[in-house]
């Protein structure tokens, strides 16, 4: 048996920790770990057991791909967009900014080049 500490929001449980702390719920189990993911907001608690909620796991995980998907789309303008700022750069401004180690040393190869290796 050992005791765990749930914050809980209603009985979702938010945080899982194994120490005594304001506002958080003490439960004791019949095992020493809890499962990854029981503080990622898809976990309810009923009083004596915990179990996965999966309307709410599904609500999780479909929020986390459209994250990844906006993070990579930022990511992508951010690419798109340094290689157009490169491609205004002389060859000479080019050149210190890549002795200066700003740019990698391919840089001077054209804006292609610089977006396929980042």
Do not use: H
């Not at 929020?63 to 990579?72: L, S």
């Not at 340094?82 to 740019?103: D, P």
Request: hydrophobic residues 35%; proline residues 3%; glycine residues 10%.
């Amino acid at each position: 048996m050992k005791k765990f500490y749930f914050r809980l929001d209603g009985d979702i449980i938010t945080d899982a920790i194994d120490y005594p702390f304001t506002g958080y719920t003490e439960v004791t189990l019949n095992e020493n770990y809890l499962p990854a993911g029981i503080n990622a907001g898809y976990y309810k608690w009923n009083g004596t057991a915990y179990g996965r909620d999966d309307v709410l796991f599904n609500a999780s995980v479909s929020e986390q791909v459209a994250k990844g998907k906006e993070e990579g789309r930022e990511e992508i303008r951010d690419i798109v967009g340094g290689a157009a700022a490169l491609s205004t750069l002389t060859q000479e401004a080019k050149t210190e900014l890549i002795n200066k180690g700003v740019l990698p040393a391919n840089a001077s190869l054209g804006v292609f080049s610089a977006v396929r290796k980042k």
